[in-house]
């Protein structure tokens, strides 16, 4: 009789999700059933997704079942993510994989006399550390709390701290999606939900790297494993609609001359972007793997994938555990009495 284990990719209908859901079904022991959950914002998305995920097992002929389910959530809601953790607890007694891939920005488009500069400088910093994509200030959820930060920090977190029974049922597997542009310099601990910041989609990566840091012994204890990995650099449709053609192919032509240079971490293609998740969830031992490290999906000139491990920075753990405990203990209280139900038919 073949096992069954239940995936959640948060962000499936990203390039970056989409790929993960892709290798988890190539990855996973063909003697499981699997059941990929997709996640979106809107039932239109969701059905595209799973038409590709179905074209895909067809095209790798996996041998084992795969089946298909769906969760509407909007991590800038919290009633939207309360009532996520409510259709994931009717549904499965059990969470063996959650990959957390959330990456919202608030970007409002590119200084491109900057980028040009840039690029004319220093071509192979340009590519890798940007800082020419502009983005709004102040920007929040209709909660109240800094967009970007609810959405790819505080609403994850909170949904984590939500479904931990299910998680721990299926001694799971969490994998946190940073960035390569999670540096310390992008977070100030006296603007936590970076409201202040011009640079909040990376400090809230850096805001990823360390609740990672904070929160993975904790998941050991309970038999979950976590890990915090990023992806590289690699062609992000949330970007495209800054781009002409002109751009968009002056970006790729960039990024491959990036790789020729050196760089390890243009992966460019978002099936490549995909191997340090799929890595550390299928391949990585919690006995060996230092857990304490961000493991990244990096590149040879040539393009061969392969992963690569850094060092996290761990300057304001305590700080940033503290603020995430309380806006947990707020949020609790507020949601007490909060029931809803959206489900509709796939």
Known sequence: MSSRKVAVITGTNSNLGINIAYRLIEREDPNTRLTIVVTSRTLPRVREVIELLKEHVKKV??????????????FTNMVSILNAY????????AIHYLFI???QGVYDGIDWFAAVKDVLMNPLD???????????????????MGLVFQANVFGPYYFIHKILPLLKEGNAIIVWISSIMSLPKYLSFEDMELLKSDASYE?????????????????KALGIHQYVVHPGIFTSHSFFKFLNIFTYYGMLFLFYFARLLGSKWHNIDGYKAANAPI???T?????????????GSATSFDGIEYIERSDIDPTGVSDVMDYM??????????????????????
Do not use: C
């Open 61 to 74: 002929n996996r041998v084992g079942l795969v089946d298909y389910d769906y969760l509407l959530v909007d």
């Open 86 to 93: 409510y259709d994931l607890q009717k549904q499965y007694k």
């Open 101 to 103: 891939n959330a990456a």
């Open 126 to 144: 340009a590519v890798t550390y940007p800082t020419y994509k502009i983005q709004r200030v102040g920007v929040k959820s209709a909660d109240g």
């Open 203 to 219: 400090g809230s990566k850096r805001l990823v790297d360390l609740i990672h840091l904070g929160t993975y012994k904790e998941m």
């Open 279 to 281: 890595y550390v969830a």
């Open 283 to 295: 391949l990585a031992n919690p006995h060996f793997d230092n857990q304490e490290v961000k493991f």
């Open 325 to 346: 405990k309380l806006k947990t203990k707020e949020w609790d209280e507020k949601l007490k009495d909060q029931i809803t139900n959206s489900r509709v038919p796939v």
